[in-house]
């Protein structure tokens, strides 16, 4: 597509339950990012994946966050036994490829979570 | 860890007067970018600046990488309202073998028209 899309837009669930948030990376972007976004905050770093590469998963919270990325490209971030703290913004971006001038992050509008 | 320290926080200013923000860290950085948040958007890449010293505008924006690799700043010439929105600024850095984008807090602007 023309640009980074994710869905849901808005999601609202109750403490404890699992969530599920999906990112459509540009095609042909190999590296693709997750970010979280407090409110009134900068961008909280979570997940980084390069190709095929194992992820860089240094900024992720707790064990209840993980994300995989199937066939290079669509990625699925799920929070499980969700708490009131993961309330945010949830953003996803992707850039052309690791290095070389390619590194330039592209960002979807991100999917607004909110644990009640 | 790397840290960017973004200012002001906020900006309350008249539409046509001119905007300067910048970001420092004691960290050096190999690439400077400046992005723009509307509310319920994601962030838009603004100017990406990649040479210490390197100077570059785009349109009534200016951007600078600092000397250092250490700071940078964004110039907002003759404001308009469509210039209202969150501005972040983000250095990248390699580590342990992987570019890392390190966010400001960014720097909220508001105009009076």
């Known amino acids: 597509g023309a640009g980074v899309s994710q869905s849901p837009s808005n999601k609202v669930t109750e403490k404890g339950k699992d969530v599920e948030l999906r990112c459509d990376p540009i095609?042909?972007?190999?590296?693709l990012y997750w970010y979280r976004q407090s409110l009134g905050q900068g961008l909280e770093f979570l997940i980084y994946?390069?190709?095929?590469?194992?992820?860089?998963k240094s900024g992720l919270p707790s064990d209840r966050f993980s994300a995989e990325r199937t066939g290079g490209s669509v990625s699925t971030l799920t929070i499980q036994r969700t708490q009131q703290e993961d309330s945010a913004v949830y953003l996803c971006?992707?850039?052309?490829?690791f290095g070389g001038g390619g590194e330039t992050q592209y960002f979807g509008p991100g999917t607004r979570l909110l644990v009640l | 860890g790397q840290q960017l320290n973004q200012s002001p926080q906020s900006m309350f200013i008249q539409e046509g007067e001119d905007v300067s923000m910048n970001c420092t860290s004691s960290?050096?950085?190999?690439?400077w970018l400046w992005y723009k948040q509307d509310p319920g958007e994601g962030p838009v890449l603004l100017i990406a600046?990649?040479?210490?010293?390197e100077l570059t505008s785009n349109g009534r924006l200016t951007a600078q990488f600092g000397i250092t690799r250490k700071d940078s700043f964004l110039n907002i010439s003759a404001s308009i309202p469509s210039d209202v929105g969150i501005y972040f600024c983000?250095?990248?850095?390699?580590?342990?073998?992987?570019?890392?984008?390190?966010f400001g807090q960014g720097t909220r602007l508001t105009i009076n028209p």
């Open positions: 095609s042909g972007h190999t590296a």
């Open positions: 971006a992707s850039s052309l490829r």
């Open positions: 983000a250095g990248q850095i390699l580590v342990q073998g992987a570019q890392k984008l390190v």
């Open positions: 994946f390069q190709g095929n590469s194992a992820p860089d």
């Open positions: 960290s050096i950085f190999n690439t």
């Open positions: 600046l990649y040479k210490a010293g």
